[in-house]
């Protein structure tokens, strides 16, 4: 204030030195505020040096189960005294980066979600970021272990001799189950003419059903299939279907080609549904959201959609009259197969130095009570067995059928992402009538073998 | 003497020096960190980075038609925003240039567009032209043109049209506006010797408008196609990419490399490449407009 008073009195070279001179602390000051900060350690790590108990932080992106995981944060603080909080940062691909990021700072929380393929998953592993669970889930006998369907597991495990390299263990635990399966509008159902209680088991019933729609105008299959990895998932259920596991995994390896007739089979199940006209139209640039808008709406007859649709449903329409059915089988040869296991899994930061308290509190959370509240208000099918005696009828429906669950992080072998691409960019072709199944074979089989080529001359 | 020059002069560049320091690390570094990871097989999250020299870059080269495609894509949506889009938000300026009446709502209408977000955008566009329920078919549907009503993002003969239409409308209003301020530039005195001299409307529009707006033209064209080339939210929001491949642009390619397939050192070249391409587009308009000026 006295500078700036008396700034018109004074000359003009000491004017310029106070000016430098004011310059300059600024600017010390203004780089202080900048980077001082960056050289301590981070605040939660601050406050939990200086207090007896932890906080631990938990990052998510699921804004649907914020307020009930508050609600058990809270829960877990009154019986220990240790803080829990869960951050929030959606959506789920925002959140994808954010997790990239503070990998490659050091800066994860002490628990987090991955939301990527097996292969993303082992990278992070071999980085040093999540915790060998093993000895935890083993001790007493497997007690944590023993919580858990093994389908939820197994995604959360690596096997002896993976192709990922990565130690044998398991590295994640799963907090609900999903399934991902076809769903039909009850009521529309009978519109049609059937009978609710008895949807399509074969594939050719389901085709039928195209001439139905088409006389009454009504749109068939929903699914976000714009956002390409439903469209593998069913093109996976029906390769299970029609050439079995054993085929279906060899083709990952690169053993089968994809021009296999089996394989042109697959696609052309696709060809099969677009010419019946059970699908709905526009479905290839269709997202999940828009399909569920339809189908909670009743302007669609089926769904495919996966077991975290309860939820949705409910919120958009709670009178919504529906029923869960299989994918209708194409062939008797091998068994149907859905996608479907762990749904949403927590991994425990490596580094993090509240690594044993973080683990104490997903023990906590896993157990029967706490996954029972979880999954009555969060309408997901719960991790932990014994929780799946309280769940809503339609929920239980999913869970049915589990034993028919399988998914790519259980396999062991993954296929390519430029693969995985142009074969759901191929089904798209299919559908709108571009290409045919033999050439998106051929298109799709000249990707793997590049991408073979490549991986040799690694 | 010499000392208080100098010490000018250091004065000069310690007063620079943040803008500079600024200026690095957030521009120079992040482009020196991406040229580096371009010559690097890298997942994005293991610690350890592969060099494999240029191969990234001879991959998107000879090695990914995809990309090209994506290209393609891009380059017609652009030549429709510089034909159609500034068409429109020339003329607009122009109308709006004139004393007519309402003309600072029409301004501020005009700019709505841009200014809104482009998820939003794309969202509400999308339920617009949605092909079963959306509002666009049904209103051609009451109005007795129920034959035009299409699938408008799903079929591959419409999808890349209407894309290219609606990043037009969210576009122009930028356009308008720089256009707006170039016409207000131009001084009225011009237009009033010519009119003395007889000339008509059209005549003061060819040879003292146009001329005149040259520079803001070339300069709303540049901004333009770059703009568009890097066209990526309201695609996402709308289309996705598909049908397969049929509205499928670079940044989405670059972003389907980094966050589908873990390529962080590919995804790099890719953008890397897609610069060069741009600043060469830019280039070589800015040289052909300024000779077409002289």
């Known amino acids: 204030m006295v500078a700036m008073g008396t700034r018109g009195m004074i000359g003009e070279s000491t ?285 669609a007859v089926f769904a495919f959609n996966g077991s975290w649709c309860v939820n949705v449903y409910k919120g958009m329409n709670p009178n919504l009259n529906y029923g869960v059915m299989l994918p209708p089988r194409a062939s008797d040869k091998y068994p149907m197969s859905i996608w479907g296991g762990a749904g949403t899994s927590f991994m425990v930061n490596d580094r993090s130095p509240r690594k044993e308290e973080a683990i104490k509190f997903l023990q906590w959370f896993t157990e029967k009570d706490q996954q029972v509240f979880f999954a009555e208000k969060t309408n997901n099918l719960p991790a932990n067995k014994e929780s799946i005696k309280n769940i809503p009828e339609i929920l239980a429906q999913f869970s049915d059928d589990i034993e028919y669950a399988t998914h790519p992080n259980t396999w062991g072998v993954s296929e390519f992402p430029p693969v995985i691409e142009a074969l759901d960019k191929g089904i798209q072709s299919i559908i709108i009538g571009e290409k045919s199944p033999e050439q998106v074979s051929q298109d799709v089989q000249k990707i793997k073998e590049r991408e073979l080529a490549k991986k040799k001359a690694k | 003497m010499n000392y208080l020059k100098l010490k000018s002069t250091f004065e000069n560049y310690l007063f620079i020096l943040p803008a500079v320091v600024i200026f690095a690390i957030f521009y120079i570094i992040p482009f020196i960190w991406v040229f580096q990871l371009s010559v690097f097989e890298w997942d994005g999250i293991s610690p350890l980075k592969t060099a494999i020299g240029l191969a990234n870059f001879k991959e998107v080269i000879t090695g990914d038609p995809i990309w090209w495609q994506s290209m393609l894509n891009a380059g017609y949506i652009t030549i429709i925003a510089l034909t159609f889009q500034n068409a429109v938000a020339f003329f607009l300026a122009l109308a709006c240039d004139r004393e007519i009446r309402f003309k600072n709502w029409f301004r501020v209408i005009f700019f709505i567009p841009p200014v809104l977000s482009e998820v939003v955008v794309g969202l509400v566009w999308q339920w617009i032209l949605d092909g079963n329920f959306g509002l666009l078919n049904g209103w051609l549907t009451k109005i007795g043109l129920a034959h035009l009503a299409k699938y408008w993002l799903s079929d591959p003969a419409t999808a890349l049209n209407t894309v290219a239409i609606i990043h037009c409308w969210k576009g122009f209003g930028w356009g308008f506006l720089i256009f707006l301020a170039g016409l207000q530039g131009i001084p009225r005195e011009l237009y009033e010797a010519a009119r003395v001299d007889g000339a008509n409307a059209f005549y003061c529009f060819k040879n003292i408008t146009i001329p005149l707006m040259i520079p803001v033209i070339v300069l709303v064209g540049i901004l333009t196609i770059l703009g568009t080339m890097q066209a990526f939210v309201l695609i996402m929001a709308m289309t996705g990419g598909g049908p397969a491949y049929h509205t499928q642009v670079p940044v989405l390619r670059i972003y389907a490399s980094m966050q589908g397939a873990s390529r962080f050192g590919y995804a790099c070249a890719q953008s890397l490449i897609f610069g060069v391409i741009l600043i060469t587009i830019s280039f070589i308009q800015y040289r052909f407009s300024g000779k077409q000026s002289r």
């Open chain 1, 15 to 299: 004017k310029h030195t106070f000016s430098l001179k004011s310059f300059l602390i600024y600017l010390l000051m203004a780089f202080s505020s900048f980077f001082l900060p960056g050289c301590g350690s981070n605040s939660s790590e601050v406050n939990n040096t200086n207090v007896s108990k932890p906080t631990i932080l938990v990052w998510h992106w699921m804004t649907d189960r914020q307020a009930p995981l508050a609600e058990l944060a809270k829960r877990y603080e009154e019986k220990t005294g240790i803080k829990i909080k869960f951050e929030l940062y959606a959506p789920s691909d925002a959140y994808s980066q954010k997790v990239r990021a503070a990998a490659q700072g050091n800066n994860l929380p002490d628990i987090f979600g991955i939301l990527a393929e097996k292969r993303d998953f082992a990278a992070f592993i071999k980085a040093g970021h999540i915790a060998d669970l093993t000895p935890n889930m083993n001790a007493e006998n497997g007690k944590w272990k023993n919580y858990f369907f093994a389908k939820a597991l197994a995604g959360n495990e690596f096997n002896e001799g993976n192709t990922y390299g990565v130690s044998a263990g398991i590295y994640g635990v799963p907090i609900d189950v999903t399934t991902i399966q076809m769903l039909y509008n009850k009521d529309l159902f009978r519109e049609l003419g059937l009978d609710p209680q008895k949807p399509p088991a074969t594939f050719d019933e389901f085709l039928a059903i195209g001439d139905k729609l088409k006389a009454k105008n009504m749109q068939g299959l929903v699914s976000g299939w714009g956002e390409m990895w439903m469209i593998d998932c069913l093109a996976n259920n029906y390769a299970f279907n029609i050439m079995g596991k054993d085929k279906v995994l060899a083709t990952l390896r690169g053993e089968v080609p994809y021009t296999d007739p089996d394989w042109v089979k697959v696609l052309s199940l696709f060809k099969k549904m677009q010419d019946s006209g059970v699908l709905a139209n526009g479905l290839v640039t269709m997202i999940n959201k828009t399909a569920e808008q339809l189908f909670a709406n009743g302007k």
